[in-house]
Structures are given as C-alpha cells and as structure tokens.
C-alpha cells in the first residue's frame, strides 16, 4: 500500500566535475522548446544554461528556477578545489542582475519544466544529451508538504510575465486578452 504521506519527485543531479561544457544540453532544451517544436535552435531560449570560463576549465550547468523582482545586494565568492566561482554561477534565478533565463524577444521569464509533455519522457531531454554524464535524472520519494513551492507558481512569475507582454503588446491588449480568456473559461 502507498503511503500518502509520501510523494515522488523528479530530480536532476549535476555533477560539475563531469560537465565540459559542449552546450548539448542547451541546444536540445531550445530545440525542444520552440515554436513549432524543433524548428530553431537558440540556446538563448533554453531552460539550461552552462555558465562557462574555458581558461579556467570551469563549466557550471544551472537549470532556470523561479523569477525574482529583486538583485542581490552582494556577492559571494566561492573557492572550490582551487576554482574560483561567483555565486551567480549557481544561481537558478531569473533576476535583474543578468540575461540568463529570460525569453529574448518578450523578456518573460523562462523555467525548467523537466520536459513536460505527454506521454511522459522517461528522462529530461538535457540528461539524454549529455554524453557525458555530467546530468543524471532520478525519481526520489520525500515526504508529502516537501517540494510544494516548486510545483506552484509563484505570485511575482505572473507579475513578471504579465509585465513582460505589456512591454511588448501594451497593456490594454493585455488586459482585453485576459477578460477574453476569463469569459472563454467561465462559459
Ligand atoms: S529538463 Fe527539459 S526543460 Fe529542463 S532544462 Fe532540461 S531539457 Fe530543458
Ligand atoms: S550536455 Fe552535459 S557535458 Fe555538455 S554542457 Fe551540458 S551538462 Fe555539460
């Protein structure tokens, strides 16, 4: 009997140390991403980026999280078997502070989906590219009220993308765009 208390999560481990930075990755999860499915590649769209310094041999695959409104008011550094890294190495964010994990042409902000689709992929498609076995998926059982925060949505990613399309179209095609959606749905 399965215990309700308990849930599955997918999770991606990253091992840094096996990453050399071949961008597979991003290539497949922009390709995939596109509209229709396939048609471009642009790792500037992908929900994986790999934070790169060649010359230093430093590779750092972050997978995009959730957006936040605000920078950081400093930065740590980090020093990992001799490597030097900036905290924004690591950083999953969507923010002010930097480009990454941001739709170029809207601006809305872009998140890991773990591939989504229907029927379901045995492994995220970013962990079937790399060769390298820097990414491995695992499905992980943790208790019930764990983990709720990734699987909502967060108030400040609505105001983000909402904002993002208002620069765009403005904000009364928005907004009719939304009491037409609202209508459609309450019917
Ligand atoms: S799990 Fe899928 S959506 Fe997430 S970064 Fe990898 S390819 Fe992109
Ligand atoms: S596909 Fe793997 S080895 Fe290549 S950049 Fe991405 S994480 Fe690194």
């Known amino acids: 009997m399965s215990d309700s208390t308990k849930k599955v999560v997918k999770r991606i481990r990253i091992n840094v140390d096996k990453c050399n930075g071949c961008r597979g990755c991003e290539v497949i999860c922009s390709a995939s991403h596109a509209t229709p499915r396939y048609s471009s590649v642009n790792p500037s769209r992908a929900r994986i980026r790999v934070i790169r310094d060649p010359l230093a041999d430093i590779y750092v695959p972050v997978f995009a999280g959730e957006y936040t409104a605000a920078e950081c008011a400093g930065r740590d550094q980090y020093t990992i078997d001799g490597k030097e ?11 002010p502070s930097r480009d990454v994990f941001k739709e170029p042409d809207s601006g809305l902000p872009l998140k890991c989906d773990m591939c ?6 045995e492994e995220p498609l970013c962990v079937q590219w790399c060769l390298a076995d820097a990414l491995t998926f695992e499905r992980v059982e943790v208790d019930a009220g764990a983990g709720g925060a990734a699987a909502g949505v967060a108030p400040e990613e609505i105001d983000a ?27």
């Open 85 to 95: 890294y900036e905290e924004c190495a690591f950083c999953r964010a969507s923010c």
């Open 116 to 121: 989504e689709s229907d029927p379901t992929l």
């Open 161 to 187: 993308g909402l904002e993002a399309l208002a620069k765009t179209y403005g904000w009364s095609k928005v907004i009719d765009a939304v009491a037409r959606m609202s209508r459609n749905g309450n019917r």
